[in-house]
């Protein structure tokens, strides 16, 4: 089980670093000044298969320790 953990948890800290930003600068972040950060904006092709993998990788690595939790 921990190797299991560890294998997904750096396979989550690679694949959430590849994910692209939404925001286009930090300091729209920070501003508020007319940004578009929460718009609607339709993840396609590599941007959706990384946000699939980010899902799926989170969803494993939290089921695995709620398991080794109770094992």
């Known amino acids: 089980m921990e190797k299991a953990l560890l294998v997904i948890s750096i396979l989550l800290i690679i694949i ?24 609607k904006r339709k993840e396609r092709g590599s941007e959706l298969f990384i946000s699939r993998v980010t899902l799926l990788l989170g969803l494993s690595f939290f089921v695995i320790c709620l398991i080794s939790m109770f094992v």
Not at 16 to 38: H, M, N, R, W
């Open 16 to 39: 959430v670093l590849l994910q692209s930003s939404k925001a286009e600068s930090a300091a729209q972040i920070f501003s508020g000044s007319s940004s578009d950060l929460f718009s």
